[in-house]
């Protein structure tokens, strides 16, 4: 089991930043890449970025890119989501995610099986 605890949410004008903190503990070995999902009211949970522990292979969602930031401390098992230019569509509960054992850089849920609470972020118009 890996756990995981974000932190970093808030409330933001749009156009605003705010840096995302995973802090990861447990099996952390177990899991080659980590990744950022969100989930808006009444919506699926969607994929936001993901990065290998290394750093060496990172990718975003088409809605993020050039504007989101992941980025990975192997030696703190800490990861971490650096949102520029906010918009209110951004508004969301993130979640940090631990790949499952064995599997390389996953883009969908179903390649995790480890889950933070979330944390709110709220972009107001």
């Known amino acids: 089991q890996v756990q995981l605890v974000e932190s970093g949410g808030g409330l933001v004008q749009a156009g605003g930043s705010l840096r995302l903190s995973c802090a990861a503990s447990g099996r952390t070995f177990s899991s080659s890449a980590m990744g950022w999902f969100r989930q808006a009211p009444g919506k699926e949970r969607e994929f936001v970025a993901a990065i290998t522990w290394s750093g060496s292979r990172i990718y975003y969602s088409g809605s993020v890119k050039g504007r989101f930031t992941i980025s990975s401390d192997n030696a703190k098992n800490m990861v971490y989501l650096q949102m520029n230019v906010l918009r209110p569509e951004d508004t969301a509960v993130y979640h940090c995610?631990?790949?499952?054992?064995?599997?390389?850089?996953?883009?969908?849920?179903?390649?995790?099986?480890?889950w933070g609470q979330g944390t709110q972020v709220t972009v107001s118009s």
């Open positions: 995610a631990a790949a499952r054992e064995g599997v390389t850089m996953p883009t969908t849920r179903y390649g995790y099986n480890n």
